[in-house]
């Protein structure tokens, strides 16, 4: 571990968040657009959302996390910030890779919203048919 790099930075991306993650030494503190994570985040699946990737690595307690996050819902965004925290820990510690790897925090979730088709109510949802 490199323990002159005081701030790492990096990108995490899920549907439409963007969540861009400044790792530092620290306490665990975590906070998201300037919030303490747990008043950002309401329900508890999205608080263990963002936690996965530290507790994985058991370095809960080591660093302080800031994110700023904008786009999409709380649900996108909690998942881009743990995508940006677990590649910020891997530009930390290159030997956390394959924990990271195998739980698949490194992996974006590629999936998005399709788009609406014309003649349509949206992408796949078809006007009712009227025979007379």
Known sequence: MDEALDVIQSTGRRKRA??????????GMIAVNGKPVDEYFSR???????????????STS????VVKAEGGGTTGQAGAIRHGIARALL???????????????LTR??????SKKYGRKRARKRFQYSKR
């Not at 963007?18 to 306490?27: I, P, S, Y």
């Not at 080591?62 to 996390?65: A, M, Y």
């Not at 290159?94 to 698949?104: A, H, Q, V």
């Open 44 to 58: 508890p699946q999205l608080l263990q959302i963002v936690r996965q990737p530290l507790e994985a690595t058991q």
């Open 109 to 114: 979730d590629p999936r998005e919203k399709e």
């Open 62 to 65: 080591r660093f302080d996390v």
């Open 18 to 27: 963007v969540a861009r993650v400044r790792l530092t030494l620290g306490q």
């Open 91 to 105: 530009a930390i510690d290159e030997s956390l890779k394959e924990t990271l790897r195998k739980n698949g925090f």
